[in-house]
């Protein structure tokens, strides 16, 4: 099993900025896909961006692409989603989640992540 523990969310003006961290613990594997999904209040659980766990492949949704960066620390086990320019429509909870491949290209569905975070809420007020 892998536990997956998000930080940094919260309250921020739109334009600003927020950094999410997820640490990735138990039985950890440098083959470990992570990548973040968001939920906003009432509507479906959506992609946000992914890293392959080469460090390689990245994918972003396009309605985040040129605000968010994803980046890992394999020594550290732990991924980052860094997202600047922040609009009231990031509003959502976000989630860390994780698979296992040997793939180096990161999937964008959902389904094919089997470790999940508990979520941490991000607000961005107008």
């Known amino acids: 099993q892998v536990q997956l523990v998000e930080s940094g969310g919260g309250l921020v003006q739109a334009g600003g900025s927020l950094r999410l961290s997820c640490a990735a613990s138990?039985?950890?594997?440098?083959?470990?896909?992570m990548g973040w999904f968001r939920q906003p209040d009432g509507k479906e659980r959506e992609f946000v961006a992914a890293k392959s766990w080469n460090g390689g492949n990245t994918y972003y949704a396009d309605s985040v692409n040129g605000r968010c960066t994803i980046s890992r620390d394999n020594d550290k086990n732990t991924v980052y989603l860094q997202m600047d320019n922040l609009k009231p429509e990031d509003t959502a909870v976000y989630y860390c989640?994780?698979?296992?491949?040997?793939?180096?290209?990161?999937?964008?569905?959902?389904?094919?992540?089997?470790?999940w975070g508990q979520g941490i809420q991000v607000t961005v007020s107008s």
């Open positions: 989640a994780a698979y296992l491949t040997l793939s180096s290209t990161p999937s964008r569905i959902r389904n094919q992540y089997n470790y």
């Open positions: 138990g039985r950890t594997s440098r083959a470990l896909v």
